[in-house]
């Protein structure tokens, strides 16, 4: 079924995430049989939705078919989400999240319009409700969420997801399990092996590129003139997916005895030191703790900061080679 006309436009005149400063790579690449697929990585911004439309068109008009689209993005602009989920909904076309990556707020609704939908083994999936330009949930980010939940469901995502999409803050995320993946119908990729990041220690060292010479503009800075923390991530993420064949190392580990989740992404520094984003995760979904960490060269010691207080701490591994905290 075509996305109702009426649904688009609410959500145009809705207030949505806020357009990043860059748009997503669309690339298209060479299939099997005049085949072809298209890659959406990284922040979804204004304008992408036309150029996926352009790359769709291209390739028809060579006589080729769009079979799949690759997905890789934290989310973006909300409206634009929804314009490339009305255009693979109307095409027809596969979407793809690969192992160790990322689809989650506004890119969901473009996976949701995939049929049939494949994610990878330890790729995240997740939903949130809509926020306005700076972040907040407003009136009119309300309406917002309530037109992405209705266009959700004319895109035949199950209710118990939606329900997930409404009741989770804007500066959370809702991460579907494997069960919830089943429910959309959705085929598992690859081998059900462990994320690539169960353990920091021992990454390959990759070529770091030049444009990415140091974080040291990312690490955080006073509140008022830092970067958001989902900027901050889809940098990191941005540098880790060119530092590691185009896939960000990411990871989520989950301590039942703790109640807590862990998701993190690695990256490198231009020295070749590891650094490292980690968000802390409840059992109700709520985050608990956000920190960025540098490690030494041997990655024994790492210095730590708190996002949000700015407190310092230092990790040392123990002769058991356990992480110990010491507070600065």
Same mark, same amino acid.
């Given at each position: 079924?075509?996305?109702?006309?009426?649904?688009?436009?609410?959500?145009?005149?809705?207030?949505?995430? @806020? #357009?990043?400063?860059?748009?997503?790579?669309?690339?298209?690449?060479?299939?099997?049989?005049?085949?072809v697929i298209i890659q959406i990585f990284g922040q979804i911004a204004a304008g992408d939705a036309d150029v996926f439309i352009s790359a769709v068109k291209q390739a028809n008009?060579?006589?080729?078919?769009?079979?799949?689209v690759q997905l890789n993005s934290a989310g973006g602009n909300l409206l634009e989400g929804a314009r490339l989920a009305g255009a693979i909904k109307v095409g027809k076309i596969s979407t793809t999240v690969a192992q160790g990556a990322v689809c989650a707020s506004a890119c969901f609704l473009a996976f949701a319009a995939g049929d049939?939908?494949?994610?990878?083994? @330890? #790729?995240l999936i997740g939903v949130h409700k809509a926020a306005d330009k700076g972040g907040r949930e407003t009136a009119a980010s309300g309406e917002a969420t309530l037109l992405m939940a209705r266009f959700a469901k004319e895109l035949g995502v199950p209710s118990a997801i939606i329900a997930r999409m409404l009741s989770t803050p804007s500066n959370q995320i809702g991460w579907l399990n494997p069960q919830d993946l089943q429910s959309m119908r959705v085929s598992m990729a690859g081998n059900p092996v462990q994320t690539r990041l169960a353990a920091t220690d021992g990454l390959p060292v990759q070529q770091i590129p030049e444009a990415?010479?140091?974080?040291?503009?990312?690490?955080p800075q006073p509140r008022a003139s830092r970067p958001s923390w989902n900027e901050f991530i889809d940098k990191t993420m941005a540098l880790s997916a060119e530092q590691n064949q185009g896939s960000a190392v990411l990871s989520r580990l989950c301590k039942p005895e703790l109640k807590t989740c862990v998701l993190a992404v690695a990256y490198l520094l231009k020295d070749g030191r590891q650094g490292l984003a980690t968000?802390?995760?409840?059992?109700?979904?709520?985050?608990?703790?956000?920190?960025?960490?540098?490690?030494?060269v041997s990655n024994d010691v790492r210095d730590c900061i708190d996002w949000d207080t700015g407190a310092k701490y230092r990790d040392m591994k123990n002769a058991k080679g356990d992480w110990v905290q010491t507070i600065e």
């Open positions: 079924m075509k996305p109702g006309a009426a649904t688009l436009f609410g959500i145009a005149l809705a207030i949505c995430f @806020g #357009a990043p400063a860059s748009s997503a790579t669309i690339k298209s690449l060479a299939g099997k049989d005049r085949r008009a060579a006589g080729k078919v769009v079979e799949s049939p939908k494949f994610v990878g083994y @330890g #790729a990415a010479a140091s974080l040291a503009t990312l690490t968000a802390f995760q409840g059992v109700d979904g709520s985050i608990t703790r956000r920190e960025v960490c540098e490690s030494n």
